[in-house]
């Protein structure tokens, strides 16, 4: 297994692989299997959470010789689903409008886009990060969604759908993408290391899961990390969670919202007493720290009521996006940034400090006579 990189050997090549996303693979799989396919498409969501991935399926399943009539998943044997997986399909088009804003490109594509698919019944076109697009590329793509010739699909993929413009989503049919959940991702996690022949503890797994914020290539990408690693150790080790945090100096988001529940709870001499339980373990002072400037953050992000599509939230799951929306209730929106500046300054002085954790020892003890 060296060198390998699971997100790439192991793309899902079936929508029977896709995990989560019900909503979105139930509609589209119905679409296919009835011949309802309609012809642009917009995919919102958080990253690595299947945009592509979803994308890609559909437009093989479309241009499969091999699917039977009333059935959804491609065969992956015809020479069109061969194309595709390797990447080298005429008729399937991706652009990304990250790297090219591309107005010549969106020409190109609307001159294109008259000439008939060179093999297969469709030219599917996929446009990612489609919010990028510049402003005169996006109405060239919108007089092309004005009147798609009969054999073109559009996917256009967008992490910010608030940046598209509104004549461009009222042409498509939209698919909103969620953020992964831990059961959704363990599961994709744990069929991987099936695959590989892996021996890793279901602990470990979770822990990965956490840390991905809800990003299945963030997970995979970790997970690659952990088996490439335990790759250089001898025999067949089970691989353990503790060992994990170690590998991968992974400061657990759930450790970091314990102690903002003592916080929280006005329990100083318990978050004091448990902030030194986590740093004997041996968890950097600085690497704990910033992880709760960023977690208190992310809690103010939430206080002034911004949602889960916010870039600064795309770092927790649902699960403990929930778990800091319950704390923050205890915080008046003033309290929590003083409390985030009070952290952030500790932050600074840890390194120069003679005892590193004194400083956030001292920003505890303020923080909880703040609420006093
Ligand atoms: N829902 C999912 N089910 C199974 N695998 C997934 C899923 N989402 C992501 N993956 C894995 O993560 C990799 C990246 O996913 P994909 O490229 O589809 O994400 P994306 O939503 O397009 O992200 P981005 O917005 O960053 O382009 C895939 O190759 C696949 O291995
Ligand atoms: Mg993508
Ligand atoms: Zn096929």
């Known amino acids: 297994m060296s060198n390998l990189v699971l997100y790439r050997k192991y793309r899902p090549q079936r929508f029977s692989e896709i995990v989560g996303q019900e909503h979105v693979k139930q ?59 390797a990447g080298r399909a005429m008729d399937l088009i991706e652009i990304d409008a990250a790297s090219h804003r591309g107005i010549d490109e969106m020409r190109e594509l609307r001159d294109g886009i008259r000439f008939s698919p060179t093999k297969s019944k469709y030219k599917v076109f996929i446009i990612d990060e489609s919010h990028q697009l510049s402003k005169d590329a996006a109405n060239a793509l919108l007089k092309t969604l004005e009147e798609p010739p009969a054999h073109a699909i559009f996917v256009l993929a967008t992490t910010e759908i608030h940046k598209m413009i509104p004549t461009i989503i009222s042409r498509c049919q939209r698919f909103d993408f969620r953020k992964l959940t831990l059961p959704e991702i363990v599961k994709r996690l744990d069929f991987l290391c099936q695959a590989e022949k892996a021996k890793i503890e279901k602990e470990a797994l979770e822990i990965i899961a956490l840390n991905s914020g809800g990003s299945l290539r963030d997970g995979e990408s970790l997970l690659n990390q952990v088996l490439t690693i335990a790759e250089n150790f001898e025999g067949d080790r089970v691989i353990k969670a503790p060992g ?60 002034i009521g911004l949602d889960s599509a916010n870039p600064v939230l795309s770092g927790l799951t649902k699960e403990e996006e929930e778990k800091l929306g319950h704390q923050i209730k205890f915080f008046e929106e003033s309290e929590l940034r003083d409390i985030l500046k009070l952290f952030l300054e500790a932050n600074n002085k840890i390194k120069y400090s003679p005892i590193p954790q004194l400083a956030l020892e001292l920003a505890i003890m303020e923080t909880i006579g703040a609420g006093e």
């Open 27 to 85: 509609t589209l799989t119905n679409a296919i299997s009835w011949g309802m396919v309609s012809h642009a498409y917009l995919f919102s969501g958080p990253r690595g959470s299947g945009k592509t991935t979803m994308a890609r399926l559909l437009a093989k399943a479309v241009n499969c010789q091999g699917r039977g009539e009333g059935h959804f998943e491609p065969c992956n044997q015809c020479s069109s689903c061969q194309e595709i997986m």
């Open 244 to 303: 994990i945090k170690e590998l991968l100096g992974i400061i657990d988001t759930k450790i970091v919202g314990q102690l903002v529940d003592f916080i929280s709870e006005r329990k100083g001499a318990e978050a004091i007493d448990f902030l030194n339980k986590i740093l004997e373990k041996g968890y950097g002072p600085q690497q704990f720290s910033q992880a709760l400037v960023k977690y208190l953050r992310q809690g103010l992000i939430l206080k």
